[in-house]
């Protein structure tokens, strides 16, 4: 019962973590709750959008590259499809932050991109139906991940190189050695040991490491897939994943991918917050006419009759950016609370990151200063 990592969630960032702590010969035990994978998280509903021009921070771009090339690498060893390139369009007013954002990060990371009107985007890929007078950002490398494909196929890497992996297993507690040397973890079933301990716990990071209580906080979200009325216009090779601010809000939305749909959500959704045992209620109708509402003015070719929602959760920090650092009490034990609705995208290189941390000198080559807690936006 003595690993050298255990891993506490095996959702997107932990099933990536897996892998790359496998890779580098550790003995690794993951602990997930559900299954494997599952729809009561943050990583269901098939895809995800990943972008390179980064309105958020250009900070993250370079672990993008990182990113891009880690999935790649992962689709290669398990001969499963897992990034689709459909290009990606982030817009918004001209002076907005989400165009602006994007621009000054493609322009400091010198990335291949187009600036395009509204109404050249509309002429050039049909299915949108933008303001005339936006600014779009157009950048061809963008794309979507096959987000629970993904970590099946990091699981099942991870478990070919001697990983454990035990799902419907739930963590109860855990404890750290006072003089750093490992930890004991609790579960429903069992009890384990081991050297260090990675959590990726998603929307219940909060209750398995009460410091972040306060710091990374769970919102409903709600997606939606509607039947296009000219399908022909909505598949990965006619339609960019897009950010996309409106006067109705800030929205994303990706082709339709692996089941029938145009999917788009719309970010923070109705402002739910709260414990995760009562946010993932069933979509209603409220939100289905406001998505509904959403897809009929700007994407009026791919809104017909609905075909699926889901419910879903950010976990989000103050300033919206990830947290990936050591316990500030307990070296060996290492967090990632890497979503606030855009993280995704980064579980190939949050996989790399978290290996670092928890293996050797716990020094990753990678800048995430950012993303460490001690930063001024999260006062700890
Ligand atoms: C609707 C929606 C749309 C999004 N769109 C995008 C997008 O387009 N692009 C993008 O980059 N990002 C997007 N995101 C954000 C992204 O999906 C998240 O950042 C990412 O899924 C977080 O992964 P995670 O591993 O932290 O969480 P999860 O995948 O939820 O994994 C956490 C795991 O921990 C397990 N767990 C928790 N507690 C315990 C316990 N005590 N014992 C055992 N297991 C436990 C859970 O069951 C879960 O499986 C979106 C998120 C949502 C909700």
């Given at each position: 019962?003595?690993?050298?990592?255990?891993?506490?969630?095996?959702?997107?960032?932990?099933?990536?973590?897996?892998?790359?702590?496998?890779?580098?010969?550790?003995?690794?035990?993951?602990?997930?709750?559900?299954?494997?994978?599952?729809?009561?998280?943050?990583?269901?509903g098939v895809s995800r959008i990943?972008?390179?021009?980064?309105?958020?921070?250009?900070?993250?771009?370079?672990?993008?590259?990182?990113?891009?090339?880690?999935?790649?690498?992962?689709?290669?060893?398990?001969?499963?499809?897992?990034?689709?390139?459909t290009?990606?369009i982030?817009?918004?007013?001209?002076?907005?932050?989400?165009?602006?954002?994007?621009?000054?990060?493609?322009?400091?990371?010198?990335?291949?991109?187009?600036?395009?009107?509204?109404?050249?985007?509309n002429?050039?890929f049909p299915g949108y139906n933008l303001?005339?007078?936006?600014?779009?950002?157009?950048?061809?490398?963008?794309?979507l991940?096959?987000?629970?494909?993904?970590?099946?196929?990091?699981?099942?890497?991870?478990?070919?190189?001697?990983?454990?992996?035990?799902?419907?297993?739930?963590?109860?507690?855990?404890?750290?050695?006072?003089?750093?040397?490992?930890?004991?973890?609790?579960?429903?079933?069992?009890?384990?040991?081991?050297?260090?301990?990675?959590?990726?716990?998603?929307?219940?990071?909060?209750?398995?490491?009460?410091?972040?209580?306060?710091?990374?906080?769970?919102?409903?979200q709600v997606l939606a897939w509607l039947q296009p009325l000219r399908p022909e216009w909505f598949g990965p090779?006619r339609l960019p994943v897009f950010n996309l601010?409106v006067?109705e809000g800030?929205y994303y939305g990706l082709p339709v991918y692996d089941v029938p749909g145009f999917k788009f959500g719309r970010y923070?959704h109705?402002?739910?917050?709260?414990?995760?045992?009562?946010?993932?209620?069933e979509p209603d109708a409220e939100d289905e006419a406001m998505l509904r509402q959403f897809g009929q003015r700007y994407f009026p070719a791919g809104s017909g009759a609905t075909m699926a929602l889901r419910s879903c959760?950010?976990?989000?920090?103050?300033?919206?950016?990830?947290?990936?650092?050591?316990?500030?009490?307990?070296?060996?034990?290492?967090?990632?609370?890497?979503?606030?609705?855009?993280?995704?995208?980064?579980?190939?290189?949050?996989?790399?990151?978290?290996?670092?941390?928890?293996?050797?000198?716990?020094?990753?080559?990678?800048?995430?200063?950012?993303?460490?807690?001690?930063?001024?936006?999260?006062?700890?």
């Amino acid at each position: 019962m003595h690993y050298d990592v255990i891993i506490v969630g095996v959702g997107g960032m932990g099933s990536a973590a897996a892998w790359q702590l496998a890779r580098r010969g550790q003995r690794v035990l993951g602990l997930e709750r559900y299954d494997i994978p599952h729809a009561h998280g943050s990583s269901h509903g098939v895809s995800r959008i990943i972008r390179l021009p980064y309105y958020e921070d250009p900070a993250y771009v370079p672990l993008l590259h990182r990113a891009m090339a880690l999935w790649r690498e992962a689709e290669a060893a398990s001969g499963r499809e897992l990034m689709v390139t459909t290009g990606s369009i982030d817009a918004g007013p001209e002076d907005d932050a989400l165009f602006q954002g994007a621009l000054a990060s493609a322009r400091l990371h010198d990335l291949t991109h187009e600036v395009l009107t509204g109404a050249e985007v509309n002429e050039r890929f049909p299915g949108y139906n933008l303001p005339a007078t936006h600014r779009a950002l157009f950048q061809p490398q963008g794309g979507l991940i096959a987000s629970e494909r993904a970590i099946v196929a990091h699981v099942e890497l991870a478990q070919a190189l001697g990983a454990t992996i035990r799902a419907r297993e739930e963590v109860a507690r855990w404890e750290a050695d006072p003089g750093g040397e490992g930890v004991t973890v609790v579960t429903n079933k069992a009890t384990y040991r081991a050297d260090k301990l990675v959590l990726t716990a998603g929307a219940w990071m909060g209750e398995l490491a009460p410091e972040l209580a306060r710091l990374a906080i769970p919102e409903r979200q709600v997606l939606a897939w509607l039947q296009p009325l000219r399908p022909e216009w909505f598949g990965p090779d006619r339609l960019p994943v897009f950010n996309l601010q409106v006067e109705e809000g800030r929205y994303y939305g990706l082709p339709v991918y692996d089941v029938p749909g145009f999917k788009f959500g719309r970010y923070h959704h109705r402002g739910e917050t709260g414990d995760p045992a009562g946010l993932l209620r069933e979509p209603d109708a409220e939100d289905e006419a406001m998505l509904r509402q959403f897809g009929q003015r700007y994407f009026p070719a791919g809104s017909g009759a609905t075909m699926a929602l889901r419910s879903c959760m950010f976990t989000n920090t103050p300033d919206e950016h990830f947290i990936l650092d050591h316990h500030p009490r307990h070296a060996q034990v290492v967090l990632a609370s890497p979503c606030s609705g855009h993280g995704y995208k980064f579980c190939s290189v949050i996989g790399e990151i978290l290996a670092d941390l928890a293996t050797g000198d716990g020094a990753t080559r990678q800048d995430i200063e950012f993303l460490r807690l001690g930063r001024p936006g999260l006062r700890l």
